[in-house]
């Protein structure tokens, strides 16, 4: 069935070290692909989302790479701090529609002071 | 900044008892959610919600699930028998426009079902 695959479960990094976590999708018609950071005991936050028409989209330290062809993107978080430190989501809509959400199963990235 | 509030953060109740999840999403908002996550697992959509009818819902949103917009301001989920497994943390989420873009989510009420 339609999925969203996301890797790794967990990250360790060094802070000001980069962190890359990648998802993969099995919709081609998916055309909206967000990422979401959520904090302990805490709802899900937006921090950047990219649409279909595009293949790069940057926010200051935080940017997202869009490869349509091979069905997956990735997130990337440079000169990483400690206050990153949360459990990283991907998502995508899946299924032929565009309001289910699918969500990845999420990255927990750590940055070592 | 807005935010969408949910009530109450936790919830208590025992197996088949009727429970109710209040939400009040941003207040220039369109489109409602319902999100949950079982403890250590991803985010699953439940239900989405536009002009006073479900728009979209999932395999999980079955007969025992009921949404509602009673007034201008709230959302509510109801689950009207619950069960062991609907033991999860229920987000709810808004976004002023659809096609599930810029959803913004709530703090999330922890359903445990005892």
């Known amino acids: 069935g339609e999925n969203v695959e996301q890797h790794p479960s967990t990250l360790s990094v060094q802070e000001g070290d980069s962190a890359v976590i990648k998802c993969t999708y099995s919709d081609s018609a998916s055309n909206y692909f967000p990422w979401y950071k959520q904090e302990l005991g805490k709802g899900p936050q937006l921090i950047i989302d990219?649409?279909?028409?595009?293949g790069e989209k940057k926010d200051q330290r935080i940017a997202v790479t869009l490869n349509k062809t091979a069905k997956h993107f990735s997130l990337h978080i440079t000169e990483t701090q400690p206050e990153d430190s949360a459990v990283y989501f991907c998502a995508a809509p899946l299924g032929g529609s565009a309001r289910q959400l699918t969500f990845g199963s999420g990255t927990q990235l750590t940055v070592l002071p | 900044e807005p935010e969408v509030t949910q009530t109450p953060s936790h919830q208590v109740t025992q197996m088949g008892q009727e429970v109710i999840l209040r939400c009040v999403p941003i207040s220039n908002h369109l489109y409602f959610y319902w999100y949950r996550q079982i403890l250590g697992q991803k985010v699953e959509f439940l239900v989405s919600f536009y002009n006073n009818e479900i728009s979209e819902k999932s395999e999980i949103f079955d007969d025992q699930f009921s949404v509602e917009r009673p007034d201008g301001s709230n959302f509510t989920l109801k689950i009207r028998s619950t069960k062991l497994e609907d033991s999860a943390m229920y987000f709810c989420?808004?976004?002023?426009?659809?096609?599930?873009?810029?959803?913004?989510f709530g703090s999330g009420t922890q359903l445990s079902v005892l």
């Open positions: 990219i649409r279909s028409n595009v």
């Open positions: 989420a808004s976004s002023l426009n659809g096609a599930n873009e810029k959803l913004f």
